[in-house]
Nanobody, 120 residues
Framework: QVQLGESGGGLVQPGGSLRFSCAASGSISSINDMVWFRQAPGKEREFVRRTTSGGSTNYAESVNGRFTISRDNAKNTVYLQMNSLKPEDTAVYYC??????????????WGQGTQVTVSS
């Protein structure tokens, strides 16, 4: 069974930094896009950053220049480095990945979500 496990997050002051990781585990044949989303209280889930299997990335304008996504294909892991955090970055952050389990088709998997609170 394929799973995504997130780690990181927590409470940070404005201007601070945090780093997340999201590791895929199980019987995996391949992983396509790995994406970070977030959902603030009372708002819909929104896209943050994406990395493709080939290493291309794209991002939401709200995090341009502050959040960096990286990927370790050997470890089936994606990272989100968040710098210059603002109170409006407060949200639950979710990892999503398009994964092909061995002997199966591609499915979309979600991590459990991790809370980030930016506050002084």
């Amino acid at each position: 069974q394929v799973q995504l496990g997130e780690s990181g997050g927590g409470l940070v002051q404005p201007g601070g930094s945090l780093r997340f990781s999201c590791a895929a585990s199980g019987s995996i044949s391949s992983i396509n896009d790995m994406v970070w989303f977030r959902q603030a209280p009372g708002k819909e889930r929104e896209f943050v950053r994406r990395t493709t299997s080939g290493g291309s990335t794209n991002y939401a304008e709200s995090v341009n220049g502050r959040f960096t996504i990286s990927r370790d294909n050997a470890k089936n892991t994606v990272y989100l480095q968040m710098n210059s955090l603002k109170p409006e970055d407060t949200a639950v952050y979710y990892c999503n990945a398009e994964i092909r389990p061995i002997g199966s088709i591609v499915y979309s998997y979600w991590g459990q979500g991790t809370q980030v609170t930016v506050s002084s």
